[in-house]
């Protein structure tokens, strides 16, 4: 599902909040695909990036970001 507005979500380590990934991924925040059945979005969408979460557990469930251009300009 798309979300347009922000959802809070948590992993073992940290609490993500709207205020917290902006400063995270240094980009405004505008659109979230979060799967059925999970609590955590598999990708978010800034104005300029698309992120990739990708999730690891090794010790603890924890999460990381890859940002990929939107836009990528191409000469």
């Not at 990708?43 to 979460?53: G, R, S």
């Not at 924890?62 to 836009?71: G, W």
């Amino acid at each position: 599902m798309i979300l347009c507005e922000w959802k809070d979500f948590n992993t073992d380590a940290d609490t993500y909040t709207l205020e917290t990934f902006e400063n995270t991924v240094e980009d405004e925040f505008e659109a979230m695909m979060v799967m059925d059945g999970e609590d955590i979005p598999s990708y978010i969408w800034t104005v300029n990036y698309v992120v990739i979460i990708k999730r690891s557990a090794r010790m603890y469930n924890d999460i990381s970001f890859i940002k990929i251009p939107r836009n990528p300009v191409c000469e």
